[in-house]
């Protein structure tokens, strides 16, 4: 039987959220209950429900916590890539999939609505962070095409949204073809990198 641990009431909040992310990761969203992680953390099967009533509510702190890597991930390779919109564009996708790659069950968690509490006044700053770096990508993109209104940002951005995150899905679902194989393979970034060559030609 696990030792108990005593913690302070915001640690072991965090020290929930951070044992059942890597938990996540190791077993999935189905292998994941509320009495293993309490047993991973070292406390009474019943301490979780003090700051999770139920196993949705640690799945949107899991989100919270998700979605604040995710627009990390997009802004960090943002950062270190030119101010140009091609270049830009390029950068977030590799943020994008670098993200949905080490972290994919959390990233699938994410964007599966039914197991969020979209309610959680927590959860929409971090969502809304994130979905604000798709369109600081896709504006200038946009605006490069001639598309500069309302109709063609919303229009650009649901294209790269779209093939981005359908890229990822397809790449940690390991539906891609290996890399490799005599020069068909599709690497992790390529499609992404094309879409920004065929939005914006040099």
Excluded at 109 to 132: E, Q
Excluded at 156 to 163: A, T
């Amino acid at each position: 039987m696990a030792r108990q641990k005593s913690y302070h009431h915001g640690d072991l909040r965090q020290a929930l959220i951070g044992t059942g992310l890597d938990m996540l990761e190791e077993q999935g969203l189905e292998g994941l209950t509320l009495r293993k992680l309490a047993a991973r953390v070292g406390v009474s099967h019943a301490a979780p429900e003090h700051h999770f009533p139920t196993l949705r509510h640690l799945m949107t702190a899991f989100a919270v916590e998700g979605f604040r890597l995710f627009a990390a991930s997009m802004r960090e390779a943002m950062a270190a890539a030119p101010d140009d919109p091609a270049e830009q564009l390029r950068a977030a996708s590799r943020g994008y999939l670098n993200f949905a790659r080490s972290r994919p069950h959390l990233f699938r968690l994410m964007f599966t609505a039914n197991r969020l509490d979209w309610d959680d006044p927590a959860i929409g700053p971090p969502a809304n962070a994130a979905h604000a770096v798709l369109e600081e990508i896709s504006w200038p993109v946009a605006k490069r095409m001639k598309l500069d209104t309302p109709e063609g940002r919303a229009a650009v951005e649901q294209l790269v949204w779209s093939q981005i995150h359908g890229h990822a899905h397809l790449m940690i679902d390991g539906k891609l073809p290996p890399e490799g194989d005599g020069g068909t393979g599709c690497e992790p970034f390529v499609a992404p990198l094309d879409l920004a060559s065929v939005l914006l030609p040099e």
